[in-house]
């Protein structure tokens, strides 16, 4: 039982390219979340989804996309990098949106120049 | 709209020191209250949570908190720091409507001195 894994580790982007950070849990979660991690503002909310099919937005979407096909996967899609989303990125799941345990993900390193 | 604040940017004690990790939180209704440790390069690990009941939990690793309403506190407290301890913790508050939000605070850092 892996948790939530999370890839790449780390990345390095140029202003304007576009580029995916993968996300997978294989504990059967239907509830899935991305969290970006800033210094001195602790975790926020980007994007999340209750089940395969559903995704919602969280407290700072704007500059991302995500889709949720199956319940394993959770991609987070950047389609222009810019040098705000330089940021440590956080994947979360938990058994469903009633449950108030989440596991997080290793993180995503991101640098935008 | 809930929220939450740690008062403590970085924190350093000795190991062997007790420890007390200050959280307040703002929320209209019942909060579920969170702590989340982070190892340097490491997720977030669940220490210790709080939906109702006995207001002091018991967590893993040797950590406790304790829930007081009238203060809007879930401050979180160790009676003797391992060097292990050194991370970053954070407190996070879930709202009541199926808690598919969280809110974080911005974090301590703590720091173990030999």
């Known amino acids: 039982n892996a948790g939530v894994t999370q890839t790449p580790k780390f990345q390095v982007l140029k202003t304007g390219q576009s580029m995916t950070l993968q996300c997978a849990q294989d504990m059967n979660h239907e509830y899935m979340s991305w969290y970006r991690q800033d210094p001195g503002m602790g975790l926020r909310l980007i994007h999340y989804?209750?089940?395969?099919?559903?995704?919602d937005q969280g407290e700072v979407p704007n500059g991302y996309n995500v889709s949720r096909s199956t319940t394993e996967d959770f991609p987070l899609r950047l389609l222009s990098a810019a040098p705000s989303q330089t940021s440590v990125y956080f994947c979360?799941?938990?058994?469903?949106?009633?449950?108030?345990?989440?596991?997080f993900g290793p993180g995503t390193r991101l640098t935008v120049l | 709209a809930q929220s939450v604040t740690q008062p403590d940017i970085h924190i350093t004690v000795s190991e062997g020191a007790s420890l007390e990790l200050r959280c307040n939180y703002s929320y209209g209704a019942t909060p579920y209250l969170f702590w989340y440790v982070q190892s340097p390069g490491q997720g977030l690990q669940l220490l210790l949570k709080?939906?109702?009941?006995?207001?002091l939990v018991q967590g893993i690793k040797g950590f406790e908190a304790e829930f007081k309403r009238s203060q809007s506190s879930f401050n979180l407290r160790k009676p003797s720091v391992h060097w292990s301890d050194a991370a970053e913790y954070f407190c996070a508050v879930g709202s009541d409507n199926y808690g598919q939000n969280f809110v974080f605070g911005p974090g301590t850092r703590l720091s173990v001195l030999p």
């Open positions: 979360a799941s938990k058994e469903d949106f009633l449950t108030d345990t989440q596991y």
């Open positions: 989804s209750v089940g395969a099919g559903i995704t």
């Open positions: 709080y939906f109702s009941g006995d207001t």
